[in-house]
């Protein structure tokens, strides 16, 4: 994955991008982000990126001039990009998105916003708006670093183990089974004998029973698109028929 962030704290970026799995796709050279400071393309003394909106109103708007520029430098290279807008106002990234992105050979862009909202016209620049959640954060650059993590995970060679990005949550359109360690019991509580047993059949059976059975708890919505085959319609309806859902 090659990205270019446009932003004006390009600082945010650095603890995250060298510490762990993010770090180590960079060492591979999986990973590649080149951060950009959006004031280093301005024309006045003050480096100035934000302005008052026509027609009034709170708040400060991101404006054009610099943004453009920047856009304008990166395109000189010649090599195709996909230009991304981080926004609340954009379509929901989910874990298909991420895997689409992982398909990608083009170069990314990500623009960070800040203030009240940025000039409508830099809308004319990019591929897609993309929003993380529907809330509002201060800055586009936690949510460039969500997308990049998440694009990254499923790179191959980019975790240890590839079947850990596989079984993880939303990956095959389900919250995860749970997951448990060493020691066997801690203050009470017990592993599972099932996935003591060695029992392959049955462990994989017992992951996805719990597997659908959180996620009809905590996300009932995910089952709507999530591909059920008939052994899920079957494992739901014991779980749903029994009292404690526990079936």
């Known amino acids: 994955m090659k990205c270019d962030v446009l932003t004006i704290f390009p600082g945010i970026f650095d603890a995250y991008l060298n510490e762990s799995i993010l ?15 959006i004031r280093d393309f301005t024309s006045d003394p003050h480096r100035s990126v934000d302005d008052h909106p026509y027609g009034g109103g709170a708040g400060m708007v991101f404006k054009p001039e610099p943004i453009f520029r920047a856009v304008d430098f990166l395109r000189e290279d010649g090599e195709p990009r996909r230009i991304i807008l981080l926004s609340p106002q ?3 990234f989910n874990q298909s998105t991420a895997e689409a992105y992982a398909r990608q050979t083009q170069r990314f862009v ?10 409508e016209r830099v809308k004319t620049l990019v591929d897609e708006e993309v929003s993380i959640g529907d809330y509002v954060i201060t800055g586009g650059e936690l949510a460039a670093l969500v997308i990049i993590d998440a694009v990254t995970r499923l790179i191959p060679g980019a975790l240890g183990d590839k079947r850990s990005a596989e079984d993880e949550s939303f990956s095959w359109g389900l919250l995860d089974y749970p997951h448990y360690t060493r020691p066997r019991e801690f203050r009470g509580l017990q592993v599972p004998e099932v996935l003591l047993s060695g029992n392959h059949k049955e462990i994989w059976l017992w992951r996805r029973k719990q597997a659908l059975k959180k996620t009809l708890r905590a996300r009932p ?8 085959t008939d052994l899920d319609r079957k494992l739901l309806s014991e779980i749903r028929e029994s009292p404690d859902g526990d079936a």
């Open 90 to 92: 954009g379509r929901p």
């Open 221 to 228: 919505d995910l089952l709507e698109k999530a591909g059920l």
């Open 110 to 119: 990500f623009i960070c916003g800040r203030y009240e909202g940025i000039d």
């Open 23 to 37: 770090k180590r796709a960079r060492e591979k050279g999986l990973l590649e982000v080149r951060l950009y400071n």
